[in-house]
Each structure stands twice: as structure tokens, then as C-alpha cells.
């Protein structure tokens, strides 16, 4: 059974920095690239960032280009996204997705005040 659980979601100050996590179970996470996205109520799921199975190459999006890093660690299934230098435009339910998998987590929510 594929699981998605993301986690480290909160209430930050602009400017502040949060780390979420994904731990990933029910399929060879180390053989698919993965993805975080974000969803605000009304808008479409947005790609923020991307990174290859083996971490080698990570893509962003402009918003967050510079300030978001994404990494895995494929002995622990687990995907990252530092999140640095956040603004309030980057409040949103964040999840993380697997290519090969047609599943989501149930997110985290990160708020950014002003």
C-alpha cells in the first residue's frame, strides 16, 4: 500500500524558515523522481519544486527558486523541502508526490504571517 506522509507544516514568521519531510512506504522510492507541490483553496496544485531519483538534479519553480531546496535521502524514503526566507505568498497545503505513483498524502499546511 503506497503512503505519502508529509510533515514539519506550521505557522512561521516572514522571513523564517521551515523543513517539511515526506516519508515514503509502498513502493522502491529510490527508483522514481519526486515533486513537491502546493495547493491554495481555489487555485490548481502548483509544482514548486523537482528532484531526480537519485538527487542528482533538482528543478524549481521561479517563486521559489533560490529560497527552496529540495533533497532525498533514499536510504531513509524520505524527501525534503528547506524552506528559506518564506513569504506570505508561500502559505499553502504542501504534499509531495511520486512520478510513478498515483497517490497523495494528505499535506501539511505551512501559514507564512506578515
Known amino acids: 500500500q503506497v503512503q505519502l506522509v508529509e510533515s514539519g507544516g506550521g505557522l512561521v514568521e516572514a522571513g523564517g524558515s521551515l523543513r517539511l519531510s515526506c516519508a515514503a512506504s509502498?513502493?522502491?522510492?529510490?527508483?522514481?523522481?519526486m515533486g513537491w507541490y502546493r495547493k491554495v483553496p481555489g487555485n490548481e496544485r502548483e509544482l514548486v519544486a523537482s528532484?531526480?531519483?537519485?538527487?542528482?538534479?533538482?528543478d524549481y519553480a521561479d517563486s521559489v527558486k533560490g529560497r527552496f531546496t529540495i533533497s532525498r535521502d533514499n536510504a531513509r524514503n524520505t524527501l525534503y523541502l528547506q524552506m528559506d526566507s518564506l513569504k506570505p505568498d508561500d502559505t499553502a497545503v504542501y504534499y509531495c508526490?511520486?512520478?510513478?505513483?498515483?497517490?497523495w498524502g494528505q499535506g501539511t499546511q505551512v501559514t507564512v504571517s506578515s
Open positions: 508526490k511520486a512520478w510513478v505513483v498515483d497517490s
Open positions: 509502498g513502493f522502491t522510492f529510490s527508483f522514481t523522481g
Open positions: 528532484i531526480n531519483s537519485v538527487g542528482t538534479y533538482t
